[in-house]
């Protein structure tokens, strides 16, 4: 199976203009299938790897909101209960719910602009973070760490950027 899943990703790539690509899946009890095609970047002529490293954003979104909405169908969670019961070293948790979170409707970040371009010091050291640091995996303590101290965008309840509360 790995041969034809190897074809059919290298003819994605080909296909889809992208520099290279990795696939990965388990099924349940199996262990992980991994395949890689075409290059690392398009200014390269390294081969893609099948230990590289994506900034892939906002997409773990979707991922966290299906686990969560698990936990919530097998009451294990309550969509009105506050992140601070489930993530008690959450910053500011005691006042957003977990429904506010799935909803994106919690400060995800301090004050950066007053016209919410995403172009202030925040954004930049949010991403800064990252590039400097590809080959590394942040742990959640950290991750916690640069976030606690910053100021709210907007209050719970709220989207967009607003006053910090």
């Keep these: 199976m790995t041969h034809s899943t190897q074809q059919g990703l290298d003819a994605f790539v080909l296909s889809s203009g992208a520099p290279g690509a990795v696939l990965a899946w ?3 009890g199996e262990p992980a299938t991994t395949v890689a095609a075409g290059v690392s970047s398009p200014h390269s002529t390294d081969a893609m790897t099948t230990g590289a490293s994506f900034l892939i954003a906002s997409v773990t979104k979707v991922f966290t909101e299906v686990l969560a909405l698990r936990f919530v169908e097998r009451g294990q969670l309550g969509l009105d209960e506050p992140i601070g019961a489930v993530l008690p070293d959450w910053p500011d948790g005691e006042r957003i ?10 400060p995800g970040g301090p004050v950066d602009d007053d016209e919410g371009s995403g172009s202030g010091p925040f954004v930049a050291a949010q991403l800064g973070l990252p590039l400097a640091n590809l080959s590394r995996n942040f742990t959640w303590e950290e991750t916690l760490a640069w976030v606690r101290d910053r100021p709210l965008q907007c209050g719970p309840g709220t989207v967009g950027v607003a ?3």
Excluded: F
Aim: glycine share 6%; proline share 0%.
């Design 26 to 28: 388990s099924r349940r």
């Design 97 to 106: 719910t977990v429904r506010q979170g799935l909803a994106h409707e919690w």
């Design 163 to 165: 006053t910090a509360t």
